[in-house]
């Protein structure tokens, strides 16, 4: 028989084992085969239900909302904004800052809010440290700004999109345009055209002359669809552009315009 041959080859206690063997063998021999189909079915539904219920656990252990961009973007005010409606001066920042944020919905969420420093040889070290825990990734930009700084903002924002832990992961992804008070503030819109052309610039340089990356150990990604020009909509995650003003048209004393920043917050949670 060869469930027995099977058994006894077993180290130790297969010997043990062998009448449940038996008894499982025979069982499953004399089933009706349309009651062993559904216990088949019963049996798929189950195995689905624990893996999704495995996903749903992993995702929900992925509560931290990253801020990040590169210096005066707004990142911190934003951060000071949310947690407590106040203006506040700032200054760049050297090292992460968190805190616990309730978001507005009826579940009553939270998320953790971590503002990340902005400056060249931190940004990417803060990120290497807290994307494991990304549930959402805020890369906010200067919008009045933009037109000079668009090509190191396109650089940062490669770097985040081809880490293989963020592509993985694929966290919600939010452009915040903010500084819209300013009158020099680009569009939401136009920073996406722009962003989208400079990161296709980016692809095909960085796939030409991969040699740079090879040797210093990088694993080169390819960034959306080969063949085609880069859209954010070729990302495995989803990204959304929206524009806000942490400072607000009144001024200091003036409240900020982060409505729809709040709301998306309130659907990623």
């Not at 509560?63 to 000071?80: M, N, Q």
């Not at 090292?95 to 507005?104: G, L």
């Not at 740079?212 to 552009?241: D, H, R, W």
């Amino acid at each position: 028989m060869m469930v027995s041959a099977e058994a006894e080859q077993m180290g130790g206690g297969g010997g043990t084992f062998q009448p449940y063997l038996d008894s499982l063998r025979q069982e499953l021999q004399q089933r009706d085969p349309a009651m062993l189909s559904v216990l088949v079915a019963l049996l798929v539904v189950l195995l689905t239900l624990v893996c999704w219920k495995l996903i749903r656990s992993r995702k929900s252990s992925r509560r931290a909302v990253l801020l990040v961009g590169l210096c005066d973007s707004g990142k911190t005010l934003l951060f000071v904004r949310l947690l407590t409606g106040l203006y506040r001066n700032t200054q760049t920042s050297i090292t992460d800052s968190s805190a616990v944020y309730r978001v507005n919905n009826d579940r009553g969420n939270s998320l953790t809010l971590i503002d990340l420093p902005g400056h060249e040889s931190l940004r990417l070290q803060f990120l290497e440290r807290f994307k494991a825990s990304a549930r959402a990734i805020v890369f906010v930009v200067d919008s009045a700004t933009f037109q000079r700084e668009v090509k190191d903002v396109a650089e940062f924002l490669y770097q985040v999109l081809i880490d293989s832990m963020v592509l993985k992961n694929a966290p919600s992804l939010l452009i915040a345009c903010n500084k819209q008070d300013l009158t020099m503030a680009k569009s939401a819109k136009l920073i996406q055209q722009q962003l989208e052309k400079e990161l296709n610039t980016l692809r095909v340089t960085r796939t030409a002359a991969p040699s740079t990356l090879e040797s210093s150990g990088a694993v080169i990604t390819q960034l959306g669809k080969k063949g085609k020009e880069f859209e954010f909509s070729q990302l495995p995650m989803k990204v959304e552009f929206l524009e806000c003003s942490a400072k607000g048209a009144m001024g200091d004393d003036g409240s900020a315009d982060i409505q729809d920043f709040e709301k998306w917050l309130a659907r990623v949670a």
